[in-house]
């Protein structure tokens, strides 16, 4: 059973750093994990997604430059480092997982979201 946790979330200013983590369970190789995210009013989007086996990585064209995921070497975590954060990164961010598409696919699992508000 796949079972995804995030922390991290939180209020910072502009220019701030923030790392989010997810606590993965009943993940394997065969998987591709991931994060999306939803502002207010607005529908989910893709940020980043990671292959769970070799770590291939594949990012949104907005947080290409100031994101990375990646994943702990035990394969039980996954992070997404978040630099120079903007206003318009505020949102709610889902942990995704899923064995059947690829990476900017369909994700069948997600987890409960962290917010990350970034002010002014």
């Known amino acids: 059973q796949v079972q995804l946790v995030e922390s991290g979330g939180g209020l910072v200013q502009t220019g701030a750093s923030l790392r989010l983590s997810c606590a993965a369970s009943?993940?394997?190789?065969?998987?591709?994990m991931g994060w999306f995210r939803q502002a207010p009013g607005k529908e989910r989007e893709f940020v980043a997604a990671?292959?769970?086996?070799?770590?291939?990585?594949a990012y949104s064209d907005v947080v290409k430059d100031r994101f990375t995921i990646a994943r702990n070497n035990a394969k039980t975590t996954l992070y997404l480092h978040m630099n120079s954060l903007k206003p318009e990164d505020t949102a709610v961010y889902y942990c995704?997982?899923?064995?059947?598409?690829?990476?900017?696919?369909?994700?069948?699992?997600w987890g409960q979201g962290t917010q990350v508000t970034v002010s002014s």
């Open positions: 995704v997982a899923d064995s059947e598409y690829g990476l900017r696919g369909q994700y069948s699992y």
């Open positions: 009943g993940i394997f190789d065969g998987y591709n």
């Open positions: 990671i292959s769970w086996a070799v770590g291939v990585t």
